[in-house]
């Protein structure tokens, strides 16, 4: 594409999150990105009109991306390593449970253009980080009360990092 092309093209950006809480808290962050509340099951975009779609640990639907998506588009997905958030993971459960395995096949109807790791340490300080943290995950809901009062009392958690991105292509 022309450098001219390229910089007149509009980016139109639409976020999207099940909890309306975090779609208020995400609209104040930043005013130049859209946000609604909706599911990745019925996705509020007509078909064949985004260029891709970002999944971040969420439930990915592939039938509803691959609807949403043009000819060509892209999902980039991506997904909690094995080590993800270990740390916190260990002071808030009794015990961790095994990973799952995962496919490395592509979905229906996506060709896979690359699995990347990413893996780094990230030193949280103060009981109101690591409580936001803690606050952002599912572990909130799943850990016991006596999980969640061993992070609460916590004022340093050094915790891993580790996802992995899918980078899928619709055909």
């Known amino acids: 594409m022309a450098e001219s092309q390229a910089a007149s093209r509009e980016v139109a950006v639409v976020g999207l999150d099940i909890s309306k809480w975090a779609v208020l808290a995400a609209a104040k962050q930043d005013k130049q990105l859209s946000?609604?509340?909706g599911s990745n099951?019925?996705?509020?975009?007509?078909?064949?009109?985004?260029?891709a779609v970002l999944c971040l640990f969420g439930f990915p639907v592939y039938g509803e991306f691959h609807r949403v998506?043009?000819?060509?588009?892209?999902v980039l997905q991506v997904d909690a390593g094995p080590d993800h958030l270990r740390e916190l993971r260990e002071i808030i459960y009794p015990e961790l449970k095994p990973e799952k395995t995962r496919s490395e096949a592509a979905p229906e109807g996506f060709k896979l253009?690359?699995?990347?790791?990413?893996r780094h340490t990230l030193t949280l300080t103060g009981q109101e980080t690591i409580a936001d943290l803690?606050?952002?995950?599912?572990?909130?809901?799943?850990?016991?009360a006596e999980g969640r009062e061993r992070?609460?009392?916590?004022?340093?958690?050094?915790?891993?990092?580790d996802v992995?991105?899918?980078?899928?292509?619709?055909l």
């Not at 998506?69 to 892209?74: A, D, E, M, N, T």
């Not at 992070?151 to 990092?161: D, P, R």
């Not at 992995?164 to 619709?170: C, D, G, I, S």
Request: proline fraction near 7%; glycine fraction near 8%.
């Open 69 to 74: 998506l043009k000819s060509g588009g892209l």
């Open 35 to 37: 946000w609604v509340v």
């Open 134 to 144: 803690l606050a952002m995950t599912p572990h909130l809901y799943r850990a016991s």
């Open 164 to 170: 992995v991105l899918h980078h899928y292509t619709k």
């Open 113 to 118: 253009g690359a699995s990347e790791p990413v």
């Open 151 to 161: 992070a609460a009392k916590l004022n340093e958690l050094t915790v891993t990092v």
């Open 41 to 51: 099951a019925n996705l509020p975009v007509l078909p064949g009109t985004l260029d």
